[in-house]
């Protein structure tokens, strides 16, 4: 019947074998782990950030299930469960120190569980009898089930009172210098988890035990792994000092039992780098993980920024959403740094599908007239922005850097600022970035604006975009340093597979091919393109049989219904113009509606006369640099017309053959230019064009950014 402060219970460990603690984290039956913690000083104490952090690991582990064991009563661990929002969410309850054990699902007692360890119980009303004539007894007043809790000072704690406690056939506990409980004989924390863990077939070395007093010495008699916390009682960490099992780190609380879970391998270390982007950097068909197709973009460029450099693999780990359950996270290829966030389909299509597409994308392509606002699609666009804020702090260590991208996470930095302070958060934006006024238009804008704001850094292709930021935030108490880092792609890689390929020869030597590689948006103005290429031949009528307009031109994902109105124009077109002066051996337009293999690709490219880009509003446009990097590395002249309001025109605008989409002359005017240039001509034209594409590497680029926004620090 003697303390459990005085007689902890030890594990034998038999000689030669392993300390469980060094076993692998998956070693035994599955994956399924149990952390078992005291709550007030341990997983309940500590400054917010690290409880937060703490909530949000478990949340994102589902394999990890949570035990409380905890002097309170189920009322009060009800209670506290009500109003502490930071609280982990327990599967078990282990409450007044070991003598109730209490399923979490239904918030109920477990009779078969308990009966044992309540064997013996004299009854509250006779242990408060027998107690009564010790004055330096205080009683609590707390909700309590089988035992009885007193306050008591250290200096009061003496051998009549504990002989007492004994003669009536109890157990007692003291800890903290002062808290002192009668218990049932065979009840304690430490009893009421192995019996739990019998229940529920837990193998020892699955368990991580956590506390702060001694009355958890108990939790770490049975051989699983364990972490005293900090603020632990001086004594507790004294009598654990020797066992290999616990951990001792130099955090309070919360951090503490992070800090063990992550020494464990039971949730990932968080990471010095954090990219934040709405997709994975492989994409998912049909239940398989497949790599981008093309070595360019934005995708392939953060991979290649998550590889090697010259210290070694950067500590990064890329955050995006799935519309998949939480099991996709099992699938995911070894190797690959990527966190997901599980978002419902429902969820997804108002957030991407409605409130990305037809509320903010018109706005960023110069198309405010399409902008369309649902509250009910905003809210779930919030949602999202809210929890990517939230899974990202879970990964990001403290003082890390959070480099987000696109329009898709504007809401992020307000919201992650206002969780993680210490992070230095950039974003950069692919898109075109809209002029103050067509911003201030947006219902949300004053929404936007103020989490825009909160950014350390913001990135740009161009020096316009970057202006048009920097004053839509000229008012405001709080500036992001600006960068303006044009992107580029893998040349050498383009290069080379030009090179490798054999495009087919066409069947006319005076054919001439016109090619547009786009996805289906009216912001690259496809329906503007086949009205110019019908003017042009009836202008041209020499050129009908020999002049044809290739449009490769994906569709957007399944769901997005903002391109609707623009895919019926285009094929009306399209159809109108083959049938009005097409025939069996010409048509002018050869439509290709689908994603191709980049190989493909490439062979258009190497067939191609003249490269058409007709957008809008556009951010860099690689395809323009892809195709001229094919023509140049095989020797080839092709000719490009560029967009002036494409990123990629203030780069090579003293070269590029510019058109405005805008106009139905120009576009007619430019192409007519394009195809009576000389053979001299185009050579110079591709020559220059070529000597002007500068632009560093993509992993070049990807960590210049990347040291640009760790610079900023945290703001005074």
């Known amino acids: 019947m003697g303390s459990t402060a005085s007689r902890p219970h030890r594990h034998p460990r038999r000689a030669g074998t392993t300390p469980a603690a060094l076993q692998p984290a998956e070693a035994g039956a599955g994956r399924q782990r149990v952390l078992v913690t005291d709550l007030d000083g341990t997983a309940l104490a500590g400054d917010e950030a690290s409880r937060r952090r703490l909530r949000q690991a478990l949340d994102h582990n589902p394999h990890i299930t949570v035990v409380y064991a905890t002097g309170r009563a189920l009322a009060s661990v009800r209670a506290l469960l009500e109003v502490e929002v930071l609280a982990p969410r327990p ?39 027998a107690m009564r004539r010790f004055p330096q007894l205080m009683p609590q007043a707390v909700a309590q089930e089988s035992r009885c809790s007193y306050y008591l000072a250290h200096q009061e704690l003496t051998r009549e009172i504990t002989a007492a406690v004994e003669q009536l056939g109890c ?44 009355n958890d010495l108990t939790l770490f008699g049975l051989g699983a792994h364990g972490v005293v916390v900090a603020n632990a009682e001086p004594v507790l960490a004294t009598q654990l000092a020797d066992d290999p099992l616990i951990h001792h780190p130099p955090l309070d609380g919360a951090a503490a039992v992070l800090e063990a879970l992550q020494h464990l391998g039971w949730v990932e270390r968080p990471k010095q ?43 990064a780990v890329w955050a995006a959403a799935t519309t998949e359950d939480a099991s996709t996270a099992a699938t995911i290829p070894p190797g690959l740094p990527l966190t997901l966030l599980p978002v419902p389909a429902d969820q997804w299509a108002g957030y991407f599908h409605r409130a990305c597409k037809e509320t903010l ?34 990964h990001a260590a403290h003082g890390a850097t959070v480099w987000l991208h696109d329009y898709n996470l504007w809401l992020v930095p307000g919201r992650l600022k206002e969780q993680r302070p210490d992070l230095a958060v950039g974003l950069f934006h692919h898109t075109p970035f809209p002029d103050p006024a067509t911003f201030r238009n947006l219902p949300v804008a004053q929404q936007l604006s103020s989490s825009l704001a909160q950014l350390d850094w913001a990135g740009f292709h161009t020096t316009a975009f970057a202006e048009h930021f920097q ?98 124009d285009l094929e009306r077109a399209i159809n109108g113009l ?14 290709i509606p689908c994603t191709l293999p980049f190989e493909e690709v490439i062979d258009h490219y190497l067939a191609a006369d003249v490269f058409w880009v007709t957008s809008l509003a556009d951010g860099m446009n690689l395809t323009a640099q892809e195709y001229l990097t094919a023509q140049t590395a095989t020797g080839r002249s092709g000719v490009l017309i560029l967009s002036r309001h494409a990123g990629a025109a203030d780069h090579l605008a003293g070269h590029a053959l510019l058109t405005d989409p805008h106009s139905a002359h120009d576009l007619v005017d430019k192409l007519h230019t394009a195809l009576t ?18 632009t560093p590497t993509p992993a070049q680029w990807a960590r210049t ?8 620090g945290t703001p005074a």
């Open 91 to 129: 599967r078990w309850i282990i409450a007044d120190v070991g003598a109730s054990i209490i399923d979490a699902a239904t918030m109920s007692h477990c009779p078969n569980l308990e009966r044992p360890l309540r064997a013996g119980w004299p009854g509250a009303r006779r242990v408060r009898q």
């Open 171 to 214: 157990s007692w506990t003291y800890s903290a210098d002062r808290y002192f409980d009668v218990l049932p004989p065979h009840a304690g924390k430490g009893q009421a988890l192995r019996r739990l863990m019998r229940r529920c077939h837990w193998p020892t070395g699955h368990l991580l035990v956590a506390g702060d007093s001694l």
């Open 273 to 315: 780098v954090v990219i934040g982007y709405h997709r994975p950097p492989w994409q998912r068909y049909g239940g398989r993980w497949r790599q981008p197709a093309s070595p360019n973009g934005i995708l392939p460029t953060l991979v290649s920024a998550l590889g090697s450099d010259t210290e070694g693999r950067l500590d």
């Open 361 to 394: 994308w018109p706005a960023l392509t110069a198309q405010p007239h399409r902008v369309r606002h649902n509250p009910a699609d905003w809210a779930h666009y919030e949602a999202v922005n809210t929890a990517f804020a939230t899974h990202i702090s879970t």
């Open 471 to 568: 004053n839509l935030l000229a008012g405001a108490a709080r500036k992001p340093r600006i960068g303006v880092h044009p992107l580029g792609i893998d040349r050498p890689a383009v290069a080379a597979l030009a090179r490798s390929r054999h495009p087919a020869v066409p069947d006319r030597p005076d054919t001439i091919l016109v090619l547009s590689v786009e996805r289906l948006d009216y912001a690259k103005a496809p329906v503007q393109k086949v009205h110019a290429l019908a003017q042009l031949l009836d202008q041209q009528p020499d050129l009908r049989g020999r002049l044809q307009y290739r449009l490769v031109c994906p569709p957007p994902e399944p769901g997005i219904h903002a391109y609707d109105s623009t895919r019926t």
């Open 578 to 591: 083959n049938s009005r002066l097409g025939d069996r051996q010409w048509q002018p337009v050869d439509y």
């Open 677 to 694: 240039m000389t053979p001299r001509q185009r050579r110079t034209h591709t020559m220059r064009l070529a000597q002007a594409l500068t």
């Open 705 to 712: 950014i990347i040291d640009a926004i760790a610079d900023t």
